[in-house]
């Protein structure tokens, strides 16, 4: 039962415009989301986060929007650099429960120069 | 960010011995800590919670009797895959957290092959 859904295997996008990566849930419990970006043979790297409380938090060329009511929330990235290329995860949690990070598929970015 | 290691980051072992894994948080305490196994294409798969001075939590499925973990201290925890299978052949993840359900830090991974 995937409760993290990431539709979009793949993504192709030229340098210098914007990447959207996009993720779903199923769990109406989970409260904080979270995106990680990972290379072949490493672990995650952790991006970017947001708490339920907010629909949007930015960091530099990262933006998280999250729309509740939807449950759905997606990874803005721009303008996009050819380092960006990797698997984006996303994951949420449920913090009043285990704490558990639930992940997403996973989105292959790959950033045309 | 936090950092935390593994080790080793590769290792070839012979079907039917047990292969021991570290996981450590270098530059905080972690009372908590997590193992995950991916398969190729697939997500991350959450194993086991690691708790600190206690026994681990193990996911549906999941063979706690093959797949043992230890977390002796707060920067340590250690994962042993015992009677290797060449099934169990795949990339193994550890992370801890600051705070319990907040970010989580992931080491960099072990890809395991057994032979």
């Known amino acids: 039962d995937q409760q993290v859904k990431q539709n979009s295997p793949s993504l192709s996008v030229q340098e210098g415009r914007i990447s959207i990566l996009n993720c779903d849930y199923t769990n109406s419990m989970f409260d904080y989301f979270l995106w990680y970006k990972k290379y072949p043979a490493e672990g995650p790297t952790f991006l970017i986060s947001?708490?339920?409380?907010?629909d949007k938090n930015e960091d530099g060329r990262f933006t998280v929007f999250l729309n509740k009511s939807a449950k759905h929330l997606s990874l803005h990235i721009v303008p996009s650099q050819p380092g960006d290329s990797a698997v984006y995860f996303c994951?949420?949690?449920?913090?009043?429960?285990?704490?558990?990070?639930?992940f997403g598929t996973g989105t292959r970015l790959t950033v045309i120069p | 960010g936090a950092v935390v290691s593994q080790h080793p980051s590769r290792v070839i072992c012979k079907s039917g011995t047990s292969v021991k894994i570290e996981c450590r948080s270098l530059d905080f305490q972690a009372t908590t800590m997590f193992w995950y196994r991916q398969f190729p294409k697939k997500s991350l798969m959450l194993m086991a919670t690691?708790?600190?001075?206690?026994?681990?939590?193990?996911e549906q499925g999941v063979e706690k009797d093959k797949f043992l973990i230890n977390h002796a201290s707060l920067t340590l925890s250690t994962l042993t895959v015992t009677s290797a299978h060449p099934e169990d052949s795949s990339f193994y993840i550890c992370?801890?957290?600051?705070?319990?359900?907040?970010?989580?830090?992931f080491g960099p991974g072990t890809r395991l092959t057994v032979t």
């Open positions: 992370s801890a957290g600051l705070v319990p359900g907040y970010e989580q830090y």
């Open positions: 994951a949420a949690s449920a913090r009043t429960g285990a704490n558990n990070l639930f």
């Open positions: 690691s708790n600190e001075g206690s026994k681990a939590t193990y």
């Open positions: 947001i708490s339920s409380i907010k």
